[in-house]
């Protein structure tokens, strides 16, 4: 069975979607502060985080970057707020996604499963690597090293990149990464895919290592 860790300090909204969520055949934790949160997310050890935005005193941003030095599972965001530029911020950072409140449970338990799904197919118990120019991927661990140093991507822009290498220097439409990779359908409006390509170039130092060919999309550059 899953585990599902909800940092929120809404009582009310927490304790509903526990029971939504453990109807739905889901082991779920609660964590209503900040404090001790990283040290709840060593103990439990989820297959998934769904972190309120608005936690008092700690910026959840902190909680996401403290998170991500030892983890990649994957993380939802609580949000209030809606707005394309708050959405692009949460994913370009260390989130997997986000849904506004009020939310539809039955959006967000869809979410929980597609990520879920994904995470687990990911998983790969064959140690091996793929090597591009300075950049090595190692598939076992799931981390991304140039010139063997390791650098930080968050799932999406690691699933991404991986898919891209895994093709040589085929291109890869935008469906086929929005759908396949990062498992979000609405890749024809949406700017998602864009910031993650963007974020993957900035944080390897090549901005030319992914090539995006107008109407047709991305492909690993010769």
Same mark, same amino acid.
């Given at each position: ?8 300090? /809404?009582?009310?909204? *927490?304790?509903? $979607? ?17 404090? #001790? ?10 297959? $998934? ?12 941003? !902190?909680?996401? @970057?403290?998170? =991500? #030095?030892? *983890? ?11 707005? !394309?530029? /708050?959405?692009?911020? &949460?994913?370009?950072?260390?989130? #997997? ?6 939310? *539809?449970? %039955? ?6 499963? =597609?990520?879920?799904? =994904? ?7 064959? *140690? ?11 598939? /076992?661990?799931?981390?991304? $090293? ?15 990149? !991986? %898919? ?5 220097? @085929? ?30 170039? @900035? @944080?390897? &130092? ?12 991305? =492909?690993?550059?010769?």
């Amino acid at each position: 069975m899953e585990k599902i860790l909800i940092i929120e300090d /809404d009582l009310g909204i *927490s304790k509903s $979607l526990k029971l939504y969520l453990e109807n739905s055949d889901f082991e779920i934790e609660l964590h209503n502060t900040w404090k #001790d949160a990283i040290n709840k997310i060593k103990e439990v050890n989820p297959n $998934l985080i769904i972190l309120d935005i608005n936690l008092p005193v700690m910026n959840w941003m !902190e909680i996401c @970057k403290l998170t =991500r #030095d030892f *983890s990649n599972v994957p993380i939802i965001m609580l949000t209030a707020k809606n707005t !394309e530029n /708050d959405k692009i911020l &949460w994913l370009e950072l260390w989130a #997997d996604d986000y849904i506004a409140k009020p939310f *539809s449970p %039955r959006e967000l338990l869809a979410r929980i499963k =597609r990520i879920i799904k =994904r995470s687990l197919n990911n998983t790969d118990n064959n *140690s091996n690597t793929i090597t591009y120019n300075d950049i090595t991927l190692n598939l /076992d661990k799931k981390i991304v $090293l140039v010139k063997n140093k390791e650098i930080n991507l968050t799932k999406n822009e690691y699933d991404l990149l !991986e %898919r891209i290498l895994k093709e040589n220097w @085929k291109i890869v439409t935008r469906e086929v990464l929005m759908t396949e990779v990062i498992w979000y359908d609405k890749y024809v409006y949406d700017r998602t895919l864009d910031t993650h390509i963007k974020n993957i170039r @900035k @944080k390897l &130092w090549n901005s030319k290592i992914i090539l995006t060919v107008r109407g047709e999309w991305y =492909r690993l550059n010769k």
